[in-house]
């Protein structure tokens, strides 16, 4: 392969032409038209559900568009399957990593391709897999790309940033010479993401070319050589990263202008709300996730707990609403001790929690909307006379609540599945937010969401935090944390390894102690 | 398998031999006892290990399969059929006749697990509906098929039960069949034979060849697998397909190689209790077939008390009703569902529809 | 569904009508595919319809006969029905109403004895079919609690209390609790006492007020689910065992007093058939129950209503097959097939869907979680 060191070149070795993609009720991709030059950088912008990622199943084989065509150099390809892509030099790394969490790296690797994927033919089923021979190959790839993977480690018991590792070895176990990346810095740290570009540029200098998913704004202007933006399916032109800027990029994402930092007066703090002492709780597994953490809240502030995916700000969330047992510790709301009591105690002592998964945790996808609104009163008095559930009550607190919050729904009797994710929060927003309540704890309240949504829900803590409840806020995305916090907890390996005013945070601190970088003074 | 797995089974095991030694030790030699309840034991685990493989072709895949029951059942019947009618209509020689048989015990399982397949997989019905919609289907058309062929007037074969062509041989594995006293272990009749090789196999074929991992793979994470060009549904189907031809052979144990004829609902929950060994053997072979083994040696105890029954002492006179003694096999599977003896972990994607 | 132009009446039949569809059509598919192979095996199949019907519904005798047969169907298609709201798979109800059965007969013909005297029937009765329910919901309850507190699985627990009642009950029938009466030779218990029989509806049909309770039971179960606070957690833990964690909800608990209503329900049919129709138990008469029960649960739809239709539906089955075989010796079995059949199609709805080319998208009964592991 010739060696390219200018990053631009002008053979297209990937073309979308014309791309249509229909789901039922949505049209993913309107005649959408790509190209990636070769050896670059090609990031491709939008928000959730502008149908980024349609596209690329699509270039990758796993969808099959509906019309238009996919060239690679200049060839008309026929996809059936990821087969023909592989075959094409096409890889892809996920968003949601395609690893199987109990085979080893060695495994994952070969799965698909126990042999050259070139020759199709060679499909016996009773092959004996040869490991070693494949770990030989793995530590090869690793060192001539600088990704290094231990290819007996199980894949489960793995960081995140290391899985991604594999998974790109996995493509170039695969000859791939297209990479596309969907959304991959979603689960690393600011460090981790420098490595990952890094590691990105060396693969186009060895002649890759990469096309690069994301929604995020500061790191396409970082790493890009050049930026497609789509919107609502189509794309809506491209960019320059030299010649553009972070609001002239939102604004085409979004067709508006887009106010990328929250308006909010400062922060009126009085009285402690919550306090956390010493905190041990241990996970799924029953490893600790949670490793002795302190915090307070006060009422009328904003704490945000910014941290990578897993390390512990699940089990902390999960802890403090009851749904998972406190090893050792103690937490206290408004004075009250709550360690260890089931949720309903607590939330009767005035929490509202935001979950992290809202489909599984935070509603009943088959009740109606209506039901759902109750889903964690309907017992109370206001609801229910003794065992009998007065529904024209449940019914009347539905059309409050719709109307408060503005939910898209037909009618509070559609089904929950039916709204869209945005519409699904305001409702889990609506209901705990419409309660009497002195602490929020919002875990990831925006991840998934379109911008106008992401605005709303913005607003509305906001709104709390001025009205003096104690907001609790976790999210993985820093420029969340950093627009909505008044004071920043960060977490890593389960402890808060340091805690400032936001004024006195910055994204390249922020961004060491979440990778575990600690100075001690 | 680990340890704590392996010394409950021992330990069941031994509990169970020795209460039949000291009940009988009075007429046979504890030996003799040992060696013909372990010859019982592997002969009877024989359609639980079946079944149990069965299952973890079809789970290690994701397809949750609780029809075994149904398609031994049905396997039993059309097996024993098919070598009647061969022996009877066709007066072919017995061997062959039964050889027959086990063919077409097979092919039934096969069928019913392609039924099954297409209901889980295609129509993407709830797998455990599935599966009871096999069993019925199974219990009603053998109950409806026997009467009709052998108990009504007008019948095939003339409303009486033809003489059948008798069970599969006992074969005498030279050398080791050949040890005094122990060699009775190593008389086992064919299918009990294929078993212990299937479990090898089997073992071989999921942990060291690319049919092995794929399927693992299909069973763990599906949408992995499909993004790096398994096909998830063939994979699936084929895996289904296999576990009931197992289940097929499993069945064709009953009625040709056990005894002779064939009555309603004759597997009497061997099914359910192989994928009990199958989730206790940690979806793997050889923990299900030592599982399978636990469920055998039930078996053999309660047999050998019914021997034994004049020899037991009043004060445990409750082991000389069989349908005490029966309960055995039942609570222990219920133990060992409750986990208490070591957790099990299930293919991750066990039975979830794979979706696009 | 989105057209609002519809006059309402119009819609409101439509919501009542559509999801009957499917299962309507695919009893038809059912009863002519056994047709066929009633055709294969050289009988006639019209004939063995015509007996079928005439069996079921062909007189008044015939009507009673299906009230009689419907009756345990109705209360073990509930049990079921009521554990699939619940997220559970009660494939005990066999063992459940074997309990059942057992305890009312022993309330039935052991009180009186150990009390010396007799007993007036609005106590006795109330007392043994109490009993029976009760015994039932006990013997559901511990696969319940083996499921709320271990995670094993109930669908393997509750078909192994199935075996081991089974092994019970055979104990106890052909020892402790069998009739001494010298011309008997069957495992039995001795006939209840007067006191504690549910009389007959009308003189010289067997049809009995225990087919009145059923139908009472039925709207009940309705109620409990649709309109109290347990049946909404009932049903939020079979929906959505999470959310209803974070609802507040004790997941263990609910699933445990599923599963305890679900077997008295079934222990109801148990004791019912000892007290109103048997007056006796006798072993063997339950086999099979536990399977058609779901058979019936699910052409019901899990709904209650629909549960007493497909109750009916199967007693009529049932009543005219013993008809069909007696006029044209095509053997019982094959009703099984037919059921078995139907419960295929609803299940696979889709197959009726293609079949017939219709568009009807519904909500799709899922409870497969795996094995909990």
């Not at chain 1, 990937?14 to 993609?21: F, P, Q, V």
């Not at chain 2, 994470?221 to 052979?249: C, E, K, Q, S, W």
């Amino acid at each position: 392969m010739a060696e390219n060191t200018s990053s631009s070149s002008n053979t297209i070795v990937l073309e979308a032409k014309g791309i249509t993609k229909k789901f039922p009720g949505v049209l993913a991709n309107d005649n959408v038209e790509f190209n990636l030059h070769h050896g670059e950088i090609h990031a491709l912008l939008g928000e959730n559900g502008a149908g980024k990622t349609t596209l690329m199943n699509v270039l990758y084989g796993l969808y099959k568009a509906d019309s238009g065509e996919v060239l690679v150099n200049g060839n008309v390809m026929v996809l059936n399957s990821p087969k023909d892509a592989i075959h094409h030099g096409i890889g892809m790394v996920h968003q949601h990593f395609m690893l199987i969490p109990v085979f080893t790296v060695t495994e994952n690797i070969m799965l698909g391709a126990e042999t050259d994927h070139r020759s199709h033919s060679n499909e016996a089923p009773l092959v004996k897999l040869d490991r070693k021979e494949v770990a030989q190959k793995v530590t090869d790839l690793s060192h001539q790309y600088g990704l290094d993977v231990d290819p007996e480690a199980i894949v489960g018991d793995l960081p995140v940033g290391v899985q991604q590792r594999v998974e790109i070895v996995k493509a170039l176990y695969r000859h791939a010479n297209i990479l596309i990346l969907d959304e991959p810095t979603a689960v690393l740290t600011p460090q981790e993401a420098e490595d990952l570009f890094r590691i990105m540029r060396e693969l186009t200098k060895k002649g890759v070319s990469i096309i690069f998913i994301t929604h995020k704004l500061k790191e396409v202007l970082a790493i890009a050589d050049r930026i497609t933006v789509m919107r609502a399916g189509r794309v809506v032109g491209t960019a320059n990263p030299k010649e553009s800027n972070e609001a002239q990029l939102a604004s085409m994402m979004v067709g508006r202008a887009v106010i990328l930092t929250v308006q909010k007066k400062p922060a009126q703090p009085t009285e402690e709300i919550l306090k956390v002492e010493d905190l041990h709780v241990r996970d799924i597994r029953g490893l600790e996730a949670v490793n002795g953490v302190s915090f307070h809240v006060r009422a009328g502030e904003i704490l945000g707990i910014a941290g990578v995916q897993g390390n512990g700000q699940t089990e902390l969330a999960e802890a403090l609403t009851g749904l998972r047992p406190i090893e050792s510790g103690r937490f206290t709301l408004s004075g009250n001790d709550l360690t260890g009591k089931p949720p309903r105690p607590i939330t009767a002592t005035g929490l509202a929690h935001i979950p992290e998964d809202r489909q599984r945790h935070g509603l009943v996808l088959s009740y109606t909307v209506a039901d759902n609104m109750v889903l964690c009163d309907y017992y109370q008095p206001r609801f229910s006379k003794g065992a009998v559930i007065q529904q024209n009550q449940v019914d009347a607190n539905a059309r409050k609540l719709i109307k408060a919050y503005d939910v898209r729904t037909p009618s509070p009797y559609v089904s929950a599945s039916k709204l869209t994710g945005g519409n699904q929060q305001k409702v889990i927003v609506a209901r705990e937010l419409s309660r009497t309540i002195r602490l929020l704890i919002a875990s990831q309240p925006t991840r998934g969401l379109d911008v106008g949504s992401i605005e709303y829900i913005h607003k509305e803590i906001v709104a709390m935090r001025d009205r003096g409840i104690a907001v609790l806020l976790i999210s993985a995305e820093l420029d969340e944390i950093l627009s909505l916090s008044d004071r920043i907890a960060v977490m890593y390996r389960g402890q808060i390894v340091e805690t400032v005013n936001r004024k006195d945070a910055t994204r390249e601190q922020l961004g060491l102690w979440m990778a575990g970088v600690h100075e001690t003074t | 398998m680990d340890w704590r797995r392996f010394a409950v089974i021992a330990l069941i095991i031994a509990i169970m031999f020795g209460t039949v030694v000291l009940v009988g030790f009075s007429q046979s030699s504890p030996l003799l006892i040992v060696t013909s309840m372990l010859a019982t034991t592997i002969a009877v685990a024989t359609p639980l290990t079946l079944g149990a493989l069965s299952g973890i072709y079809c789970e290690r895949s994701g397809v949750v399969n609780i029809g075994i029951e149904g398609m031994m059942l049905g396997a039993a019947f059309f097996g024993w059929l098919a070598s009647i009618y061969m022996n009877t209509v066709f007066h072919m020689p017995g061997m062959l006749s039964l050889f027959i048989g086990v063919l077409a015990a097979i092919l039934t399982g096969g069928l019913f697990a392609l039924l099954h397949a297409m209901l889980s997989i295609t129509f993407k019905v709830d797998q455990i509906i599935g599966g009871t919609v096999i069993n019925i289907l199974a219990v009603g058309i053998t109950g409806f098929l026997n009467r009709q062929m052998f108990f009504g007037k007008g019948s095939v074969f003339g409303g009486q039960v033809p003489h059948s062509p008798g069970i599969l041989p006992r074969i005498h594995i030279p050398f080791l069949a050949d040890i005094p006293t122990f060699g009775r272990i190593f008389e086992q009749q064919p299918i009990t034979i294929a078993a212990l090789i299937l479990v090898i196999v089997t073992h071989y074929v999921l942990f060291n060849t690319r049919w092995g991992l794929r399927t693992r793979a299909v069973g763990e994470h599906p949408r992995a697998a499909d993004t790096v060009g398994i096909n998830v549904i063939r994979m699936r189907y084929i895996n289904v397909i296999i576990g009931g031809f197992l289940a097929g052979l499993g069945g064709a144990y009953f009625t040709l190689e056990s005894i002779s004829s064939f009555e309603p609902l004759m597997t009497n929950g061997r099914g359910f209790i192989a994928l009990a060994a199958m989730i206790f053997g940690n979806w793997t072979p050889f923990g299900a077939w030592a599982a399978a083994l636990v469920f055998g040696a039930a078996q053999a105890l309660q047999i050998n008390l019914q021997f034994f029954r004049t020899l037991i002492p009043p004060q445990w006179s409750f082991l000389q009703n069989s349908y005490v003694v029966g309960l055995a096999p039942y609570i222990l599977t219920m133990l060992i569902l409750t986990g208490l003896i070591g957790k099990t972990i299930p293919p991750a994607a066990d039975g979830k529809p794979y979706e696009k | 569904m989105q057209s609002s132009n519809e006059p309402g009446f119009i819609k409101n039949l439509r919501q009542w009508l559509e999801p009957l569809i499917v299962p309507l059509l695919a009893i038809i598919t059912a009863v002519i595919l056994g047709g066929l192979i009633i055709k294969s095996v050289g009988g006639d199949p019209f004939a063995a319809y015509r007996g079928l019907v005439q069996g079921a519904f062909g007189s008044k005798k015939a009507l009673s006969e299906t009230a009689v047969w419907a009756t345990p169907y109705i209360f073990a298609g509930l049990a079921v029905a009521f554990a699939f709201k619940g997220g559970l798979f009660n494939i005990g109800a066999e063992g459940q109403l074997a309990f059942g059965a057992v305890a009312a007969a022993l309330i039935g013909y052991a009180l009186p004895k150990w009390l010396g005297h007799d007993i007036p029937a609005f106590i006795h009765i109330p007392l043994a079919v109490g009993l029976g329910m009760l015994a039932g919901g006990l013997w559901a309850a511990i696969p319940g609690a083996l499921k709320a507190y271990t995670g094993g699985h109930e669908v393997i627990n509750t078909i192994m209390m199935n075996y081991i009642a089974l092994n019970i009950t055979s104990f106890l029938l052909n020892g402790p609790m069998k009739d001494p009466n010298p011309l008997n030779v069957v495992a039995r218990t001795p006939a209840i006492a007067k006191s504690a029989r549910i009389a007959p509806i009308f003189d010289g049909l067997r049809v009995h007020w225990g087919f009145v309770l059923a139908l009472l039971v039925a709207l009940l179960i309705w109620w409990i689910l649709q309109k109290t606070t347990l049946g909404f957690e009932i049903r939020t833990v079979g929906s959505n065992p999470d959310a209803a964690k974070y609802a507040g909800i004790n997941v263990q608990r609910t699933i445990i007093i599923s599963m305890a209503i679900s077997g008295m329900l079934a222990g109801l049919a148990g004791a019912i058939e000892v007290t109103a129709l048997n007056y006796r138990h006798e072993l063997g008469f339950a086999v099979g129950y536990g399977f058609d029960a779901i058979a019936i649960a699910l052409l019901g739809k899990t709904n209650p209503f629909g549960v007493v239709l497909a109750a009916i539906l199967f007693g009529a089955m049932r009543n005219g097959g013993t008809r069909m075989q007696f006029l044209t010796q095509i053997p019982v079995d094959i009703i099984s097939v037919i059921q078995a059949l139907i419960l295929l199609f609803v299940a696979a709805d889709a197959i009726i869907r293609f079949i017939y080319r219709i568009r009807v998208r519904e909500e799709r009964v899922v409870l497969t979680r795996g094995w909990g592991g």
